[in-house]
């Protein structure tokens, strides 16, 4: 089935969209406000998603800039994220808001002008332009919801879900592979119910099975939530052991939510844009 990289966009759109309708309401101090990680506050998850926004349409339009941004990232990834993360929290919210909206669009424009097959280069291996978009979706679905938490608000729920779920799922083997872990070779069926529809992976009969709600299964797999806290469940020692672990991002797995650690209000928040 050929990808719809518009509708693709049109999604990043929304999920940015609203993001920033959190953001345009809440007071100067608000942007102080600590969330679930350390040393962050809501200004350091906005830059954030600007640096990296800004960091792609380098790799769409300045191969040669980007090649030399990857190398210093690469020397320490960490060091990187965090340093640009904090240089770009430095200025005032308005023009931190400014410069990832306007960074998104213009990113957003950049793939629309690419085959939805073409290759992209990036920290980790190349990927394509589908699979890029459907990446900042994911990244601006977990650092909104990193803003939320600090905000007391609860985490979206929209059909969007459905592209960090697929991204989770695609990345099974490297979650295994980050965790030292051998590569799985069973195949897991993972079925997720979303407003009345179920989203669904893998074979019907396979031994292997996770079922559970679409946006805990996203709140898992970004690890802004403990398994404890999710809505999911796991039929066999492989998806017990694939939920204990599973990530949609590349990089390092991070310390995770601790149990209880962000009991969202009663009621989900509902995207209007859905």
Request: aromatic letters at 6%.
């Amino acid at each position: 089935m050929a990808v719809d990289l518009r509708a693709l966009l049109k999604d990043w759109h929304d999920e940015s969209w609203a993001l920033e309708s959190v953001l345009r309401p809440i007071g100067p101090r608000d942007w102080d406000r600590p969330t679930p990680a350390p040393g962050w506050g809501i200004r350091h998850q906005v830059a954030h998603l600007a640096w990296t926004d800004e960091a792609l349409f380098l790799a769409l339009t300045a191969p040669e800039e980007f090649g030399r941004l990857r190398l210093r990232v690469g020397a320490d990834p960490e060091a990187a994220v965090a340093e640009a993360a904090e240089a770009g929290a430095g200025a005032d919210p308005e023009v931190i808001v400014r410069r990832w909206v306007a960074g998104q669009r213009r990113t957003a424009q950049a793939l629309g002008r690419l085959d939805p097959g073409a290759r992209i280069d990036w920290f980790g291996p190349p990927m394509g332009a589908a699979a890029a978009v459907s990446a900042r979706i994911m990244e601006t679905f977990a650092h909104g919801q990193d803003v939320r938490d600090a905000l007391g608000l609860a985490p979206v729920r929209s059909p969007r879900l459905r592209h960090i779920a697929h991204l989770a799922v695609a990345a099974r083997p490297y979650s295994f592979a980050v965790n030292s872990l051998p590569a799985p070779v069973e195949d897991i069926r993972v079925e997720l119910a979303s407003d009345g529809e179920t989203w669904s992976w893998g074979p019907d009969d396979a031994a292997q099975k996770v079922v559970g709600d679409a946006l805990d299964f996203a709140l898992l797999a970004t690890r802004r939530r403990h398994r404890d806290d999710c809505a999911v469940q796991a039929s066999g020692n492989l998806a017990d052991q694939w939920l204990d672990i599973i990530q949609a991002y590349a990089g390092p797995p991070g310390e995770g939510r601790q149990p209880g650690a962000h009991q969202a209000p009663a009621g989900p928040e509902v995207d209007a844009r859905g």
